[in-house]
């Protein structure tokens, strides 16, 4: 097996690599002045179990987007292939556009179809890092190749234990139970989840619906992704009129795209993210995550 930093997740890579002691090798990526991508591998590759490590997000960094990025796999999968490799494995810490899991305008693009089957044409394997299912039940809804979907949800049991005893867990939307109540119910700690509104990208409105003591309590706002922070934002300032008065959110993809970061720590919480996306709230390290189910 040989584990293969892309682009945007060459430590993570390394990490994943040295827990499991195989080799590793980075992609050598080129952007060209007019934005087209050359990619290469530095590894003999024939008769080789290949692993891409590669999330997806725009980095200003490297200046790729996610668009870049995806093309990268397609043609690092294709090349790898193409070199005798016996087969190929992505393994995403974030993989993009399960929000656009439906057609929610006559006429719009149903992305994750879509970008599904660029990644069934060219790989063998997928294993994704907590992806947002929401409206698709499983990744099966679209991958047609074999796939597997991992949990942060007990690293954040953990960190949440590890860091507050009179801890309450809340989701900010139904979508969220899948890590905010299965996270409280790990750490045997109450929970709710609220009930959301989204009126456009930057828009939402939340409400409790249940009656909870939350002034001496630790509040943690448990969700998959934070984006632009205007979920948790309005959820800050809905449970502070309840008298909620501490709270760390923890978002197992951190986004944090138009300052999200800036503005939710200006409404008094701290920010924890897992390091799916690299970032300066990355507390949570999945590393061991992927490794084990490599392993496996
Ligand atoms: C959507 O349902 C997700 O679970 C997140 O709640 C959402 O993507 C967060 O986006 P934002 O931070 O832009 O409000």
């Not at 992505?90 to 599904?116: M, N, T, W």
């Not at 501490?246 to 978002?251: E, K, L, Q």
Request: net charge positive; proline share 2%; with cysteine.
């Amino acid at each position: 097996m040989i584990i293969v930093g892309c682009s945007n997740s060459t430590n993570i890579a390394k990490r994943i690599a040295r827990i499991l002691g195989k080799t590793y090798s980075e992609l050598s990526v080129q952007k060209f002045p007019d934005g087209e991508l050359n990619i290469r591998f530095t590894e003999k590759l024939k008769a080789k179990d290949i692993v891409l490590v590669q999330s997806f997000y725009n980095n200003k960094k490297t200046k790729m987007s996610i668009n870049d990025q995806l093309m990268e796999v397609f043609f690092a999968a294709r090349t790898a292939k193409h070199l005798g490799a016996k087969s190929v494995t992505l393994a995403s810490p974030y993989f993009p556009y399960f929000r656009q899991d439906k057609e929610f305008h006559p006429g719009e693009c149903l992305s994750i179809k879509v970008v599904a089957h660029m990644m069934n044409e060219c790989l063998n394997k997928i294993l994704v890092v907590d992806p947002h299912l929401h409206r698709l039940k499983t990744m099966y809804d679209v991958f047609t190749i074999r796939s597997k979907t991992l949990t942060a949800n007990d690293l954040i049991a953990d960190y949440i234990k590890k860091h507050d005893g009179n801890a309450i867990i809340i989701g900010p939307d139904w979508e969220s139970y899948r890590w905010a109540e299965k996270t409280a119910h790990k750490i045997g700690c109450e929970s709710a989840i609220l009930q959301k509104t989204r009126y456009g990208a930057r828009e939402v409105k939340v409400r409790l619906n249940k009656k909870m003591d939350l002034k001496n309590k630790h509040i943690f706002l448990v969700d998959d992704i934070i984006s632009t922070g205007h979920t948790i934002l309005e959820t800050i300032k809905d449970l502070k009129k309840l008298g909620g008065k501490r709270f760390t959110a923890i978002g197992i993809h951190g986004l944090l795209v138009e300052g999200a970061l800036q503005k939710l720590r200006k409404a008094g919480a701290t920010v924890i993210t897992t390091n799916t996306i690299v970032g300066a709230t990355n507390k949570i390290d999945i590393a061991h995550l992927i490794a084990d189910a490599l392993e496996k």
